[in-house]
C-alpha cells in the first residue's frame, strides 16, 4: 500500500517487435501470421525502468502486455493505492482493455500500473485494438458487450430496488412514528374543548356573588400561581407520584371535597402540593360563603387545562421534529454537496429507523463532538448509514433475538473522519469476509436482501467520496468502519462509479 505522489514516467526506449515472439504469448497463440504481422506493425515493443506506468483515471491510450519483467497492479482506496495484482508472468496483460466499448463508457484506466524492474512489453493503441476486436472477433465482441452492460443494468436495478425497500421501511416507520404524537394531539384537543367548557361553567359559579372582588381576584392570583408551576413540574417515579396523590386525596378528604381523588392526580401532575391546596382554603375561608370544592374545581380545570395544552405543544414539537428529520435524512431541499456534521446524518438516519429498533436494543453514541465538518453527498451518506444501520440491526435479530447493543461512534483518525457502527450479533463468518463487498452477495433468504446494501455503500464511500469502509468482526463485536477524508476530499461531481 502507498500512498506516495505519482513519480515521474519511468525512461522509456524501444525494442523489436518479433511475431514469434507474440506467438508464444497465451492472448495471440492462436492468431494467423497476417494477424502477428498486423500487430508488429501497428504496436511496439517498449522498455520500461522502474516506476509508474499508467495511473488510475488518467485516459486509457494503450493495452500494455508484459514480455518480461515484474509488474504490480493497484487501485485508489481513499488516499491510498492498494496493490491488488503482482505478476512476473509473460503475457500479463492491463491498460486499455475495454477499448472494444468505445464511448459508451469512460476510456479512462481502471487500475494503475507500475514496475519493479526494467521491464519490456508489447504496447497497442486504445484505437487499433478496438479495431482487432471489431474486425477480428466480432461475436466475442457483442458477447462481451452483452455481459458488460447486462451486468451494469443488472446492477442498476437491483441498485434501485435496494434503494426503495430501505424508502419503504424507512416510510414505514416514519408513518409509525408520526401516528403516535398525531393521535395524542387529538385526544388532547378533544379533552382540552370539554375542560374549557367546564371552566366556563366554573367561572359563572365562581362570579354568582359568593366572593367579592378582593377574594376574587386573590383566587384568579392563585390560578396564575398554578399555571406557572405547571411548567416547572419535577421528575417524579412511579412510586413518588402515587405516595404524593395519596397525601392530597387525604387531604381533600379533610377538607369536606368529595371525590378528592380525581383532582389529585392532576394537581400532582401540575407540581401543586399541600402547601399550595392550604393558602387555596385560606383565600377562600377569608371569603364568607365561598365554596372550597368550587374554587379547587376551577382551579383543577385551570391545571388540566395546561397539562393538556402542553400534550399538544409536546405532540406537535414531535412532529415537528420527525419532518425535519426526515428533511435532513432525505436532503430534499438541500444541495447535493454539503458541508455538515455527520452526527446529524447518523441522528436523522437512527430517527426515521426508529420502528426496527426494538426493546431488547440498547443505542449506545459515543461521539467526538469536537470534529469538524465534512464535506459530502449528504443523501448518499445516509444511505450508507441506512445500509450498515439496518444490517447491525439484522445480524442481532436473526442470531441474538432481537437482544443486543447498537454502537454509533466516531472518531478522528489522523486526517480522517471515523465513524464506527457496531453490533453485538455473532459476527462475520472469516470464510465470507472477503466477500462481503462484492455485488449481489448476500448471506440473507431469497427474497430478503439482493446483495447490493454493501456494494452500493462501498462505492459511494470509496469511488465518490475517496473514503474507506472495512470490517472488523469476531463473535459478540462487529464493527464496520467508515473513514472519511477531512481534507482535500475533491469530491467527484459525476455520480458514483
Known amino acids: 500500500m502507498s500512498n506516495d505522489p505519482p513519480s515521474e514516467s519511468p525512461p522509456v526506449r524501444s ?9 508464444r504469448l497465451f492472448l495471440f497463440e492462436s492468431l494467423s501470421d497476417d494477424q502477428l504481422e498486423w500487430l508488429c506493425r501497428e504496436g511496439e515493443v517498449r522498455w520500461f525502468e522502474p516506476g509508474w506506468i499508467f495511473r488510475e ?16 497492479l493497484s487501485q485508489r482506496v481513499g488516499q491510498d493505492d ?38 519490456r512489453f508489447f504496447t497497442l493503441g486504445a484505437a487499433e ?17 452483452g455481459l458488460f452492460f447486462g451486468v451494469q443494468n ?21 408513518t409509525h412514528e408520526l401516528n403516535n404524537p398525531a393521535s395524542a394531539a387529538v385526544r388532547a384537543t378533544s379533552t382540552l374543548r370539554e375542560r374549557v367548557a367546564a371552566m366556563r361553567r366554573k367561572l359563572s359559579a365562581l362570579a354568582d356573588g359568593s366572593l367579592d372582588r378582593d377574594a376574587l381576584e386573590a383566587v384568579v392570583s392563585l390560578q396564575e400561581e398554578a399555571v406557572a408551576k405547571v411548567g416547572k413540574v419535577p421528575a417524579l417515579t412511579p412510586l413518588e407520584t402515587a405516595d404524593r396523590e395519596d397525601r392530597l386525596s387525604d387531604w381533600l378528604e379533610d377538607h369536606g371535597v368529595a371525590g378528592g381523588w380525581e383532582m389529585a392526580s392532576t394537581f400532582v401532575a401540575g407540581g401543586l402540593g399541600e402547601e399550595f ?43 415537528s421534529g420527525l419532518v425535519d428529520a426526515a428533511r435532513q435524512y432525505s436532503q430534499m431541499d438541500r444541495a447535493p454537496v454539503q458541508t455538515v456534521d455527520v452526527h446529524e446524518l447518523i441522528d436523522s438516519t437512527l430517527l426515521m429507523m426508529g420502528r426496527k429498533i426494538g426493546p ?21 451518506m445516509n444511505q450508507v448509514w441506512t445500509n450498515l444501520i439496518d444490517n447491525a440491526l439484522g445480524a442481532m435479530d436473526a442470531k441474538s433475538g432481537g437482544v443486543g447493543t447498537l454502537l454509533l461512534r466516531t472518531a478522528r483518525e489522523g486526517e480522517s473522519l471515523l465513524v464506527e457502527i457496531g453490533d453485538t450479533g455473532p459476527g462475520v463468518d472469516p470464510a465470507i469476509r472477503p466477500r462481503i ?6 448471506t440473507k433468504p431469497v427474497g430478503e436482501g439482493t446483495g447490493l446494501g454493501l456494494d452500493i455503500s462501498w462505492r459511494i464511500v470509496v469511488n465518490k467520496h475517496h473514503g474507506d469502509l472495512r470490517v472488523e468482526s469476531v463473535p459478540g463485536d462487529t464493527r464496520f468502519q467508515v473513514r472519511l477524508p477531512l481534507v482535500g476530499q475533491n469530491l467527484k461531481k459525476e455520480g458514483v462509479q
Open 57 to 72: 483515471g488518467e485516459p486509457a491510450e494503450c493495452l500494455f502486455v508484459m514480455l518480461e519483467g515484474a509488474l504490480i
Open 437 to 442: 463487498f462484492e455485488p449481489f452477495f448476500t
Open 82 to 119: 492498494v496493490d491488488v495484482a503482482t505478476s512476473t508472468q509473460v503475457g500479463a496483460y492491463s491498460g486499455a482493455w475495454h477499448a472494444y466499448l468505445g464511448d459508451r463508457v469512460p476510456q479512462t484506466y481502471r487500475n494503475s500500473m507500475r514496475v519493479t524492474a526494467p521491464s
Open 154 to 174: 443488472a446492477r442498476q436495478v437491483l441498485g434501485d430496488r435496494e434503494r426503495l425497500l430501505a424508502l419503504g421501511t424507512l416510510s414505514a416507520g416514519l
Open 277 to 319: 391546596l392550604d393558602k387555596v382554603a385560606a383565600t377562600v375561608e377569608e371569603a364568607h360563603g365561598a365554596d372550597l370544592r368550587g374554587a379547587l374545581g376551577w382551579l383543577n380545570y385551570t391545571v388540566d387545562t395546561e397539562l393538556l395544552m402542553n400534550e399538544i405543544e409536546d405532540s406537535t414539537n414531535r412532529i
Open 129 to 145: 485494438f478496438s479495431k482487432l476486436m471489431h474486425e477480428w472477433f466480432p461475436m466475442a465482441v457483442h458477447l462481451l458487450e
Open 360 to 380: 431488547g436494543i440498547t443505542v449506545v453514541k459515543e461521539y467526538d463532538r469536537s470534529l469538524p465538518p465534512v464535506e459530502v453527498y449528504a443523501a448518499e
Open 15 to 23: 525494442g523489436t517487435c518479433s511475431p514469434d515472439e507474440l506467438r
